[in-house]
């Protein structure tokens, strides 16, 4: 759960063409999608857990948005 910290901080004192940023998720619904990557991970033989990092940045980037 440190990734939705540094998610919500880094939003939080960002600002894009005067705009500042923010991040619409909690940490129960990242929960949810950890749980299903956890899955899919145990499922594929921990190959699905390559693109754990990636799956939660583009998570993170879907929905950082601006104010």
């Known amino acids: 759960m440190g990734d939705l910290h540094d998610a919500k ?3 939080k004192h960002t600002v894009v063409d005067g705009q500042r940023l923010y991040f619409d998720r909690t ?4 929960f ?3 749980i299903k990557w956890f899955l899919l991970t145990i499922i594929t033989f921990v190959i699905y857990g ?3 990092q990636i799956k939660m940045e583009q998570w993170i980037v879907k929905h950082t948005h601006h104010a």
């Not at 940490?27 to 990242?30: E, H, I, R, S, Y």
């Open 32 to 34: 949810g999608n950890w």
């Open 50 to 52: 390559f693109w754990l």
């Open 9 to 11: 901080l880094k939003t």
């Open 27 to 30: 940490g129960a619904q990242l």
